[in-house]
T-cell receptor, first 110, second 113 residues
């Protein structure tokens, strides 16, 4: 039973912002939104997580809607090295399980 | 910080042989996870250790699979006997607690022929 819905793929131009959507309409009040990515032939890489407020770190920004039913991961200036599968994951704070869905395959083009 | 270190990077073995995958988590991390990735099933959690103790092994597919964590700096995943359907990429990950992001290793690509 998938908790998140992501588009299967999207393209982005190098140097432009990449906006990756994620729907999580059944999210509960104490569930966090996590984003990971997996570059080809590498292990998944943690990007960012949030509960209610927007979050920003050196890699990306996470925008969560007020009703928390969807979120957007923003890569501000996409580079070719950002080409990867991006996973949006919803999990409880005390839940150790990360359930990876199919994710969004993002291709950054020169 | 060298990150999570897994060995070997690639393993090719014959059906029926024993296979041992190794993982060194990040120093100070108290949680360790073994995941398996295949095209058909994606990323699946096999087992979770907290403070070297196995907490959840419900993802271990069969009795042929076993995992140990004898100390905070080392874990193994063993398959005995191996079968062709065990062919996959096996990832180890570690974290401090549950809130922070998990750090994954580069994985071991296992091929059983």
């Amino acid at each position: 039973d998938a908790k998140t819905t992501q588009p299967p793929s999207m393209d982005c131009a190098e140097g432009r912002a990449a906006n990756l959507p994620c729907n999580h309409s059944t999210i509960s009040g104490n569930e966090y939104v996590y984003w990971y990515r997996q570059i080809h032939s590498q292990g998944p890489q943690y990007i960012i997580h949030g509960l209610k407020n927007n979050e920003t770190n050196e890699m990306a920004s996470l925008i969560i809607t007020e009703d928390r039913k969807s979120s957007t991961l923003i890569l501000p200036h996409a580079t070719l090295r950002d080409t990867a599968v991006y996973y949006c994951i919803v999990r409880l704070l005390n839940d150790y399980k990360l359930s990876f869905g199919a994710g969004t395959t993002v291709t950054v083009r020169a | 910080d060298a990150g999570v270190i897994q060995s070997p990077r690639h393993e090719v073995t014959e059906m029926g042989q024993e296979v041992t995958l190794r993982c060194k988590p990040i120093s100070g991390h108290n949680s360790l996870f073994w995941y398996r990735q295949t095209m058909m099933r994606g990323l699946e959690l096999l087992i979770y250790f907290n403070n070297n103790v196995p907490i959840d092994d419900s993802g271990m597919p069969e009795d042929r699979f076993s995992a140990k964590m004898p100390n905070a700096s080392f874990s193994t995943l063993k398959i005995q006997p191996s079968e062709p359907r065990d062919s996959a990429v096996y990832f180890c990950a570690s974290s401090w607690g549950r809130v922070s992001g998990y750090t994954f290793g580069s994985g071991t690509r296992l091929t059983v022929v």
